[in-house]
């Protein structure tokens, strides 16, 4: 005879939580993205962004569509005293700090030939030091916060060799080491850490960098769902990662590509 089920019963989700939201390149792409998917629930938002106008249009659109409160920063995080600085705006400028999302990102093009020590220099800072330097800045308002949670962009770019970008696929793996370690760090104050990996996705700067012609045919027919993602999507994993839904889940990544890793998918496809 089968042995009775004592567990619990599933509860209902929790109500989103109000606390703010740090969101590093928050007024454009995958940043703003995640920033109004956050928004939509409720949180708060700091928009930080090097454009200073495009930040304060992006946390105008946050107020105005969605009825939250936001702030907008100009914040270059590669400069630590900046960075510095913005924290304790943005504690003045929010009713609490429970969350960090950063997105900020730069390209870095550029093979092993064509190597700039100052872009990739750029690159690990923008991509990777930014993050314990902002954890660092509000770690104590984070404390104070239930169910608090940090989530890295990273990218599946991390996981693949591509020798035109050394120093973006660099600084994305290490963004994934180093949200293993500050999860093993963080875990005890309660504060979770985790990172999104999204493949191609649907922005101004994929069309820059991808545009109509043979390799973006190819790169959609590799791709096990069969076009490029939307920001909007990997803005809802990141809700769901700085929720309570993904309570018991830290250290990890999240893969967003639409299946591009996971394909074995030959080219051209079999007709």
């Known amino acids: 005879m089968p042995t009775p089920d004592h567990s619990p019963p599933i509860a209902p989700p929790r109500a989103s939580p109000t606390t ?16 109004e998917a956050l928004a939509a629930v409720g949180r708060p938002v700091a928009v930080w962004d090097i454009d200073a106008e495009q930040a304060k249009a992006a946390a105008e659109r946050l107020r105005g569509v969605y009825g939250v409160r936001a702030a907008a920063l100009a914040v270059d995080v590669r400069d630590v ?13 929010l009713p609490s700090i429970g969350g ?8 870095g093009g550029g093979g092993i030939e064509g190597f700039d020590p100052e872009a990739w220099d750029s690159a690990i800072a923008v991509h990777v030091r930014a993050i314990p330097l902002i954890v660092q800045g509000v770690i104590e308002d984070l404390r104070r916060q239930p169910g608090s949670a940090v989530v890295a962009m990273a990218s599946m770019q991390a996981r693949l060799g591509d020798g035109r970008l050394p120093a973006y696929t660099a600084a994305k793996g290490a963004v994934l080491s180093l949200v293993r370690s500050m999860a093993d760090a963080l875990a005890p104050d309660g504060i979770r850490i985790n ?9 101004p700067m994929l069309e820059r960098a991808m545009p109509q012609g043979p390799l973006r045919e190819a790169t959609i027919a590799r791709t096990m769902l069969g076009r490029f993602g939307e920001p909007a999507e990997v803005g809802r994993v990141v809700r769901f990662l700085m929720s309570d839904e993904a309570s018991y889940v830290t250290g990890a990544d999240l893969l967003v590509d639409g299946g591009y890793l996971a394909s074995a998918r030959r080219f051209p496809p079999p007709g």
Do not use: F, K, W, Y
């Open 20 to 35: 703010g939201v740090i969101v590093t390149g928050g007024a454009s792409g995958l940043g703003l993205a995640c920033a």
């Open 100 to 107: 960090l999302v950063h997105s900020a990102g730069v390209g």
């Open 195 to 203: 990172s999104v990996s999204p493949g191609m996705m649907q922005t």
């Open 81 to 93: 005293e900046a960075v510095r600085a913005a924290c304790r705006q943005t504690r003045d400028l």
